[in-house]
């Protein structure tokens, strides 16, 4: 197990849509040279050291649609998903974020209140959930990432107002490290 550097705003990774996972990967439980079971144990362990809900593997730095959470106040509900595709949404409401590419970061985005989400797990068997509140929400956001959508494309334009000098200092400590 070990905790993998988190991606941080603006890294174009964050920006690009992922690739899926091929059932032959997730048969043989490797890809792009990884062991998926190990990686995605680092994945959560990053999370939960961070800590976080929700982690999505560009946030790593691995363009692969996987994406990690538990939103247990318990913290032992560990979810790994592979593929997941939100089939079907119901209603909207405004909720804050927060987002591990974007430290201390915290703003409103509405989405949808219940999701049905369809996942592949580790072992390559298929799931459909139906969620609402929290883990909706988080859903929502890590597929998001998935395809390359960060929470501040779709906030209210007073949050990212509010956070534009935040996000300017992302930019240059980004541009600064390259
Ligand atoms: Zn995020």
């Known amino acids: 197990m070990a905790v993998l550097p988190i991606v941080l ?3 174009p990774v964050l920006m690009q849509s992922a690739r899926a996972l091929t059932p032959e990967e997730i048969r043989s439980g490797t890809a792009n040279g990884l062991n ?7 994945m959560l362990e990053t999370m939960y050291a961070a800590p976080g809900i929700g982690l999505a593997a560009p946030q790593v730095g691995v363009s692969l649609r996987i994406h990690v959470m538990d939103t247990t106040a318990e913290k032992n509900q560990p979810m790994v998903l592979l593929n997941p595709k939100i089939l079907a949404k119901k209603g909207s409401e405004k909720g804050e974020e ?4 974007f430290p201390k970061l915290f703003g409103m985005v509405r989405r949808a209140v219940q999701v049905t989400v369809e996942y592949t797990d580790l072992a390559g068997d298929l799931h459909k959930i139906e969620t609402t509140a929290l883990p909706a929400r988080c859903l929502q956001h890590e597929i998001d990432h998935l395809d390359g959508v960060l929470f501040i494309d779709k906030m209210s334009i007073t949050s990212k107002f509010s956070m534009r000098k935040d996000l300017e200092e992302l930019r240059r400590n980004f541009l600064a490290k390259k």
């Open 9 to 11: 705003y603006p890294d």
């Open 36 to 42: 998926l079971k190990q990686f995605t144990q680092d």
């Open 98 to 101: 927060g987002c591990l590419s």
